[in-house]
């Protein structure tokens, strides 16, 4: 029952982001607008069978993919000023690879006190 209840919550946020938004790109900008808040609502309906610290590490990793969200966007929406759609949507994902890669050092490093 509850993925009926998250599914519809993410439905809606998806429409009511499309239709908000004033900008002619449309897509791009309630994809950019919706990610975060989904990431956000989805933490908090799963919260409730978590333990703290599987909470810190959903948490860690949901702020870090709903930036990565953005900067695929974003990296698209940017390159396709200069690069064919084709060509800006592969620097995107190089970019966005980069950034995982990134992120996995990140989280590989042990921070030693």
Do not use: C, E
């Not at 989805?42 to 993919?65: C, V």
Request: hydrophobic fraction near 60%; charge should be positive; glycine fraction near 6%.
């Amino acid at each position: 029952m509850s993925y009926i209840v998250q599914f519809a919550i993410g439905g809606s946020i998806l429409v009511a982001a499309s239709m908000l938004s004033k900008s002619k790109y449309l897509f791009l900008s309630g994809v950019i607008t919706l990610l975060p808040i989904m990431t956000l609502i989805n933490i908090s309906l799963q919260m409730k069978n978590m333990n703290l610290a599987d909470f810190r590490i959903t948490q860690k990793n949901a702020i870090f993919g709903a930036v990565g969200a953005v900067v695929l966007m974003s990296s698209i929406f940017l390159l396709t000023n200069w690069l064919k759609p084709l060509h800006a949507v592969a620097g995107a994902f190089i970019i966005y690879v980069f950034y995982m890669m990134g992120y996995m050092y990140f989280i590989s490093q042990k921070v030693s006190m």
